[in-house]
């Protein structure tokens, strides 16, 4: 599904990303983790082009990303969440869900402003998907509210609601769990599972531990940009490297 083959990544001589090579195989959850600065969401900027200047090769399905513009990420099939929510706040959840999946949608500007056909049967699509997602993330009691008006909880489940309506094959998760209370973490470690139960591969940031360790197939760690260890949960948490930069000694 996804091929990272010797990123390198600078901001004005500083070395975010060190010639970095993972493979996520289709249908894996892939935990990606390391200390404040290691380079995981720089690496998730790359993967959805907000950041353009890296070096080396990331392949999606078949698809070479260099060069593609940011607006093709989706229709590729790449969604993704922010560590900082990006959502509208003074719109319903429904209709922040709603625009996730306007990059499937057909109908141009012309068809738009006429109001054509296709455009309100994509409507129609749109909005049945829209409460479908709602309902899959538990948020149905609210789905007509304004989102700034939601608890920081449930925003954050807004957003991952939004990310799917956009159909991703790949999922980036950028620390879901920040934030959030012990139930809600348990919620959205089912909610990880049920996703990929759907055939969506996931490739996940996150501090909390805890919840890396418990859902995913593979981990990834980084420091300083570099990678220093792969492999299983046990495997990773065992690692000296990943001890010493993130994880810390324990008696």
């Not at 969506?200 to 300083?224: G, K, P």
Request: hydrophobic share 45%.
């Amino acid at each position: 599904m996804l091929t990272i083959s010797d990123v390198t990544m600078r901001f004005s001589g500083v070395v975010a990303l060190d010639h970095v090579s993972f493979d996520v195989k289709r249908g894996q959850i892939c935990g990606l983790i390391g200390p404040n600065g290691a380079g995981k969401t720089t690496l998730f900027n790359c993967l959805s082009r907000l950041n353009r200047s890296w070096q080396g090769e990331i392949v999606f399905d078949g698809h070479r990303l260099a060069g593609a513009p940011i607006h093709r990420m989706a229709p590729l099939g790449i969604g993704r969440t922010f560590q900082n929510l990006a959502l509208f706040g003074s719109m319903s959840v429904l209709e922040n869900v709603m625009l996730g999946g306007h990059c499937q949608t057909r109908g141009g500007f012309v068809a738009h402003a006429l109001a054509a056909p296709i455009v309100r049967r994509e409507e129609v699509f749109l909005r049945q998907r829209a409460r479908e997602l709602i309902d899959f993330v538990n948020l149905q009691q609210v789905a007509a509210r304004m989102v700034g008006d939601l608890p920081f909880g449930y925003r954050k489940r807004v957003e991952l609601a939004r990310a799917l309506a956009s159909e991703p094959k790949l999922l980036l998760l950028d620390e879901p769990a920040a934030g959030l209370n012990r139930e809600e973490i348990e919620h959205l470690r089912d909610l990880i599972w049920q996703i990929r139960d759907l055939g969506v591969t996931i490739l996940l940031v996150e501090h909390h531990m805890n919840l890396v360790m418990t859902v995913s197939d593979t981990v990834v760690a980084l420091n300083f940009g570099r990678k220093i260890a792969e492999g299983t949960p046990g495997d990773v948490q065992k690692h000296p490297d990943v001890i010493d930069a993130y994880l810390g000694h324990t008696n």
